[in-house]
């Protein structure tokens, strides 16, 4: 396809809704949490911030580069923009990184259906050992889930098939404003609950002395992951970027409206968690026991509108997960489309039909009975941990050196200052990270974490 055929998104505030739609999602309410929970909750978020200035920003900007500047899915970007160098191959590894993950995030989509369909039947009722129970129960059943995850990615199908501008963008505009209200109306619900001081405290009062090379890993994968940072998502979303679009000033707002999100979400699950007495540190099945139990008792002298909030909360965070699991299945489906010369339609079913087997498999992995566990973790878990920990830093590495050591300085200044519109003050800056500051806090993060130093 020539890049004059390319749909562009149709506005800058459809850019930053789309892009931060790909952003905001179950990273933020459902993994952050519970990774700030499991690492000892403000240090962890500190750090987590750090990352996403220090090596957040300056990666989503190199990503944007490559995008726009190749106009083209991520595969063929990286090809072109690192010829002959291993780099070139980065844009392959980010196209099955894609499937893997969307693969185990169809799985928690599916859970949050599951969760809006038991709120609107009333099921959520009960006090806090039937509400373990009930997602003990529903998680380790190996049909419930596995179908829900399958729909899940189906519908993501429907919407990434219809293309960029029609359906990825107007699903953005709509919801990202809707979200944000929401979550303040639960924080408001959360906070009101006994005892909610100490989860407040927990999110703002660091304990650095609970920081070790698990707890900065932890933070930079999450970081990446929260900025769809290392796939080629970005760069596939910037290749529908126009040249007027600022890309420093486009990663700056979409990562604040991230780490906002984030902290929004934990404020709405930390005093509930502490309120009810359940453990931050219960993994991945934090929001599902903490929010139901936040919707009964907040709310219990008017039922009615614990009864509506949460199924607004449970149809919010389907959506949130939505416009996440178009923009991984986008970065496959361009791919193909583009350079297998098939339709977007076929193209499109290629990518759900991995990701559909990647889902049930991830799916049947949270019984312990299914035999899908690798040193005792289930594969949901590994698929988590490989790719947010491993494969994506590993990805913003690689594109961060490309940019900073081999890209043409004229090629990486004309992008950055719109062919010199834009005053660019920030350029220097922006290499020197680009160049030293992001591949050696990355390498020294690996190599402390693998024992190295
Ligand atoms: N950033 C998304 C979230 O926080 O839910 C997840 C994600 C989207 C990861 C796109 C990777 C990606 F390419």
């Given at each position: 396809m020539s890049q004059s055929n390319r749909v562009n998104f149709g506005s800058k505030l459809g850019v930053i809704l789309a892009t931060a739609g790909s952003a905001v999602g179950l990273g933020n309410i459902w993994r952050f949490p519970y990774m700030a929970g499991h690492n000892g909750g403000a240090a962890f978020m500190l750090i987590y911030i750090g990352c996403v200035i220090f090596l957040g920003i300056p990666?989503?900007?190199?990503?944007?580069i490559i995008g726009r500047h190749v106009s083209a899915n991520a595969a063929r970007s990286y090809l072109t923009m690192g010829k002959g160098t291993p780099f070139s191959i980065v844009g392959y590894v980010g196209i099955l990184t894609s499937i893997i993950i969307l693969g185990f995030y169809s799985v928690v989509a599916g859970w949050c259906l599951q969760y809006l369909m038991a709120?609107?039947?009333?099921?959520?009722?009960?006090?806090?050992?039937?509400?373990v129970n009930y997602f003990q129960t529903f998680s380790t059943n190996p049909l419930k889930?596995?179908?829900w995850a399958v729909l899940f990615v189906l519908l993501t199908h429907i919407i990434v098939a219809h293309g960029v501008d029609k359906g990825i963008e107007k699903a953005s505009k709509l919801m990202m404003p809707a979200l944000f209200i929401l979550l303040i109306v639960i924080i408001i619900a959360s906070c009101s609950l006994p005892n909610a001081m100490k989860g407040i405290d927990f999110l703002f009062n660091p304990d650095f002395s609970k920081v070790d090379h698990n707890v900065i890993l932890g933070a930079l994968g999450q970081a990446f992951f929260s900025l769809s940072l290392g796939t080629g998502?970005?760069?596939?979303y910037a290749s529908y970027f126009n040249k007027h679009i600022d890309l420093l000033k486009s990663a700056t707002q979409i990562a604040l409206i991230d780490t906002l999100v984030a902290i929004f979400a934990g404020l709405m699950i930390f005093p509930a968690a502490f309120s009810i007495g359940v453990s931050p540190d219960s993994g991945p099945s934090l929001i599902f026991i903490t929010l139901p139990r936040v919707f009964l008792q907040a709310f219990h002298a008017i039922p009615i509108i614990g009864y509506v909030i949460s199924i607004l909360f449970y149809s919010l965070l389907a959506l949130a997960a939505l416009t996440s699991t178009i923009s991984i299945h986008e970065i496959g489906t361009a791919f193909i489309h583009e350079e297998?010369?098939?339709s977007r339609k076929g193209a499109a079913w290629i990518v759900t039909i991995a990701c559909c087997i990647v889902a049930?498999?991830?799916s049947l992995s949270v019984s312990s009975s299914s035999g899908l566990m690798i040193h005792g973790k289930s594969l949901l878990d590994c698929c988590d941990y490989i790719t947010a920990q491993v494969l994506l830093?590993?990805?913003g590495f690689c594109t961060c050196l490309m940019i900073g050591w081999y890209v043409p300085r004229k090629v990486v200044k004309d992008e950055f200052t719109n062919w010199g519109t834009l005053r660019g003050k920030l350029f220097h800056v922006f290499v020197f990270c680009a160049r030293y500051v992001c591949p050696i806090l990355i390498l020294m993060i690996f190599l402390n974490q693998f024992g190295f130093i």
């Open positions: 990666g989503m900007v190199c990503e944007f709120s609107i039947l009333g099921h959520l009722n009960g006090d806090s050992t039937y509400i889930p596995a179908l998502c970005l760069c596939t297998m010369h098939l049930v498999l991830c830093p590993l990805g």
